[in-house]
Structure formats: C-alpha cells, structure tokens
C-alpha cells in the first residue's frame, strides 16, 4: 500500500494523552493501550466473550438486537484480514452496520492531503465506533484525543478502538490471545509463556506482555525468545518484571521448549525494516517446524497472531503443524471475533450480556 500524500505526523497532544482506565466499565470509553486494563476488566470481557460464543452456538437471534442501529467505521491505513474482517463481522452479527470509504482508504481524502486528526473527526461524525489500523505509533491516541473534543461539539460521541498503531501496540489481539491462553489452560498461575520471534516490531507481543503482567498471576514465567537485535523493548521487560514476572530473555528456543506451556510465535516484521539486508540476515533465525515442536510437551499450545510465512516453515511443515492438537491458532482467530464481539457491546452499550 503506498504511503497517504497527507501530512502523517502524529500531534503532540497524542503523546500527552491518556486513555481512559478501564475500570470496570468499558460504557464509552477508547480502547487504545492494554495500560486500560486490570484483571477485574479481564474478567468482565472474557465472561461476555464466552457467553456471546455460547449463543452464536445456539444461534440465538436476540444478539442482533444488541448493537442493532449502531455504526461502525472501518479505518485500515495498512493491511489487513483477521482484525478488519473480525471487527466487522462482529458488527454485522451484533445487529449494527459497517461503513468504510468506498473503494478503501486509498480514495480517502488522506490522499488528498488531509491529516489523520481530520479524518478522524469526519469518520466520528457518521460513526459510533472507529476501528483504525495506522502504521503511525501514536496514531490512535490522536484519534482519541481529537474524538474527545468532536464529541463535545456533536449529538452522538464516538468512541476509537485501535487496530494496531505501527509498531506500538496491538490492544484486541492481546484481549483475545489471553483469552485464548485462559479457554485452553483455564488459569494463567504456574504457567511458564514463550513469545518468540520479532519482539521489537511486533506490536501483539507488546500489548501481550503487559496484559499478562497486568493481570497480576502467580508464578508466571515469561520467556523472551529473540535475537538482540530484535529484543522486546527495554520498558516493557522492566514493566513485567516491575509486575512480579519471571522474566528470561534468550535467542535459543531449545533451551526452554521443555517446560514452557505456551508458545507464542510470531514472524519477523519485514515491512517494519528499514534496511533489507538486515531483515535478510535475520529472517530465517526463527523457523517453528513439527521436529521442534516434537520437543514441547504434551499439553503445550502453539499460538500465532497469524498472518505466518515462512517462519512455520515449509506448506508441508504448515500441513503438519496444523494437524497437531497443540496448534490452536485456528481456535484463536475464530475467538478474536467473540472478544471484539464482547468489546463492541462493552463500548457501545455497556450491557450484561
Ligand atoms: C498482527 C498485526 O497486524 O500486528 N496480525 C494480526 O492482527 N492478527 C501480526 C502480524 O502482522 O504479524
């Protein structure tokens, strides 16, 4: 996708802004930072997550009345499947519409020239919720910070959901990968975590840590597997050791396969490198083939925010992988579209459901 004409520095007022905690109560509030949440919030999310897939399940009809007459707009300046079509699947199964600009946001008036805080405004006017994936980090406190003050103009607020802010931060996937972690293992305590690969670009690694740091458990060991040169962010290791985690960091996954319980593998950003040749000499470091996940134990799970190359290996090795009952990257992908589900009720209508 090529870059927009416009202006595509984030303001200053983004840095400064802060969003909303949580706090038991998700009514109106922008999710934009898994630094929102507490465990209590966690709680809430993932009993409405479990109980919206019961009624998918039983095709319950009165789901479309929940956020039936609602809109939300969908703002993707960068690629992608699982989180767009989710979101808006979860949408049209809540009862509410989808909007988007026709033809995407190629023909938005971003390509005009226009900065992202004027889009943001125009798409809060017509929309209740905006889901916005932006390679800028910072992108969506800026949506949050200029929606604060549309909303104080305008008959009907809106709130933002970030979809990803560049490197930054991935806060619906972290939500629906503890999910995840929480329907296979049913308790974060004990339990010995490896996220492997791009930590330093990759944002759904970043919100995951601090979620699982924020959710305070026992005796959670978090295994960091990457080169240095692709090292989970300084700030973020501090923050979750600051959280009671056991945190180890290493560039050999053989070294902990054995006791860890859940494998967190990611690819390797390339369109985050500026320099070719490094992605080149990195880029084949990580390769997760059914021999290496032999060495997991037994009731281990492989996770994957997904989209994967070739750091799954071949088509062959993806075959086998995705026949072991380890690999449970299918299920969480499926559950992003229950938590985004539970997330749009939370925002738009604060009910119990
Ligand atoms: C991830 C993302 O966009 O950060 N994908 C996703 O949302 N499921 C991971 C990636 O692109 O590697």
Excluded at 44 to 61: C, G, M, N, V
Excluded at 274 to 290: G, Q, V
Excluded at 324 to 340: A, L, W
Aim: net charge negative.
């Amino acid at each position: 996708m090529s870059e927009p004409a416009g202006e595509l520095s984030i303001s200053q007022h983004a840095f400064a802004y802060q969003p909303p905690p949580i706090d038991g109560d998700f009514f109106g509030k922008h999710i934009i930072s898994v630094d929102q949440f507490q465990r209590r919030d966690l709680d809430i999310l993932f009993q409405a997550a479990t109980s919206i897939r019961k009624r998918i399940r039983t095709q319950d009809r009165g789901l479309t009345e929940l956020c039936a007459g609602k809109v939300m707009a969908s703002l993707f300046f960068e690629a992608s499947t699982r989180t767009d079509m989710s979101f808006q699947a979860a949408m049209r199964r809540l009862g509410g519409d989808v909007i988007a600009v026709s033809n995407g946001v190629r023909f938005s008036s971003m390509y005009k020239g226009e900065n992202l805080s004027d889009t943001i405004r125009a798409t809060g006017c017509y929309a209740d919720v905006i889901v916005l994936r932006h390679p800028e980090i910072g992108s969506s406190y800026e949506a949050g910070y200029y929606l604060d003050l549309l909303n104080q103009r305008i008959d009907n607020p809106t709130v933002a959901i970030s979809g990803g802010d560049g490197i930054g931060e991935h806060p619906t996937q972290a939500l629906l990968d503890m999910f995840t972690i929480f329907d296979q293992k049913k308790s974060l305590d004990g339990l010995t975590i490896a996220l492997v690969g791009d930590l330093k670009h990759g944002r759904t690694v970043h919100s995951l840590a601090k979620l699982l740091a924020y959710y305070d458990a026992d005796d959670v060991r978090l295994c960091l597997v990457a080169p240095q040169s692709l090292a989970m962010p300084a700030d973020i290791c501090k923050l979750v050791a600051e959280h009671g985690i056991h945190v180890q960091q290493t560039d050999d996954l053989r070294e902990i396969i054995a006791q860890t319980d859940v494998i967190y593998w990611t690819r390797i950003q390339e369109e985050r490198f500026a320099d070719e040749s490094a992605y080149s000499r990195i880029k084949d470091r990580f390769i997760m083939t059914p021999s290496l996940l032999a060495q997991a134990p037994a009731d281990a799970i492989l996770m994957h925010p997904l989209p994967r190359k070739h750091e799954m290996g071949t088509r062959a090795d993806h075959d086998v992988l995705d026949a072991d009952r380890r690999s449970i990257y299918f299920e969480q992908m499926e559950n992003g579209m229950f938590v985004r589900m539970a997330l749009l009720v939370k925002v738009l209508r604060g009910v119990y459901v």
